[in-house]
């Protein structure tokens, strides 16, 4: 539990108090915590150390790109595997994807597997997830670059090599 | 009256919630055949600079909180150098409805133009050389 839920549940608790008992003391307290709060929100840092720095996540992101590792690749069924737990969503025209963990499921330094596919276009990477100074989440970061599948590969292969036995018979 | 004020500090409560934005990206050797690390990275997002170092797995991180205006659709702009070798990429923030705010910025370092130039007149030099001597 961060420490805005844990604040959320006490605001909760003292409210339950506050309907019971109708006490002045309980009103000022929950008037306080909810001063307390915006306070250290406006003035959390510029680098985040606010109450967002404690929402335990890790962030899976990266780009899927073309074979020639510049053309990013839109509509691709991107598929993260941390420690077994699947997550599915499509990158964004840019390329860019995004999924999130609860970082109990997906913690600092597991590897995280990412494949795309779009079309006749395959590709995967691996990566590993890192914590970073001043990130509020854990973050593992994995490009993907695109490539003709394997069975593609293999039918252009055997076409072409058809085509040539086929051109030399006939020369000779 | 009791509802309304418990109302209104639970919604003090709940406003606090800023979204941060991560600018990342990973950097890349010449023919992104292998991760930089230790490569110096500049991030500007909205005129914000913030500076970092790659990690030993060539991937770089930073946070931009709600008031630097880092915001979904805003263009980060990237810009790494390691040695003789620099590069520069952008990546548009993205609203992803997650934690945070991501924008993606890889960047493939390339020798910079000095070197290459170098390099061009050097070689330039030693041809007009050699067809001198045999003429």
């Known amino acids: ?172 | 009256m009791m509802p309304i004020m418990a109302l209104l500090i639970l919604s003090l409560a709940g406003g606090v919630i800023a979204k941060n934005t991560v600018v990342a990206g990973v950097i890349w050797n010449s023919d992104n055949s292998a991760k930089v690390p230790l490569a110096l990275v500049a991030v500007t997002c909205n005129s914000t600079l913030k500076n970092t170092t790659s990690l030993s797995d060539g991937t770089y991180a930073v946070n931009y909180v709600e008031s630097e205006g880092c915001s979904d659709g805003t263009t980060a702009t990237v810009t790494a150098s390691k040695g003789s070798l620099s590069g520069s990429s952008s990546g548009t923030v993205h609203d992803f409805g997650l934690t945070v705010n991501l924008a993606i910025a890889s960047v493939t370092l390339t020798p910079e133009f000095g070197i290459i130039a170098g390099v061009l007149t050097v070689f330039g030099a030693l041809g007009i050389f050699m067809i001198v001597r045999r003429k």
Request: proline fraction near 3%; charge should be positive; include cysteine.
């Open chain 1, 1 to 172: 539990m961060n420490i805005f839920e844990h604040n959320k549940v006490f605001i909760l608790k003292s409210l339950y108090l506050f309907m019971k008992n109708s006490t002045f003391t309980t009103l000022s307290i929950l008037i306080m915590i909810a001063i307390s709060m915006v306070t250290v929100s406006a003035f959390a840092t510029p680098e985040g150390s606010g109450i967002g720095a404690f929402s335990g996540n890790t962030t899976v992101g990266g780009k899927i790109w073309a074979s020639d590792s510049t053309t990013p690749v839109g509509g691709a069924n991107v598929t993260v595997n941390c420690n077994s737990t699947m997550r599915y969503t499509t990158s964004l025209s840019d390329g860019a994807y995004s999924v999130d963990y609860n970082s109990i499921i997906c913690p600092l330094s597991a590897s995280v597997t990412v494949t795309a596919i779009k079309g006749s276009l395959s590709g995967s990477t691996t990566a590993t997830v890192q914590s970073f100074p001043y990130i509020t989440v854990n973050l593992a970061i994995a490009d993907v670059t695109l490539t003709p599948e394997f069975g593609m590969i293999t039918g252009m292969i055997t076409l072409f090599g058809a085509l040539g036995i086929f051109m030399y018979t006939r020369k000779k």
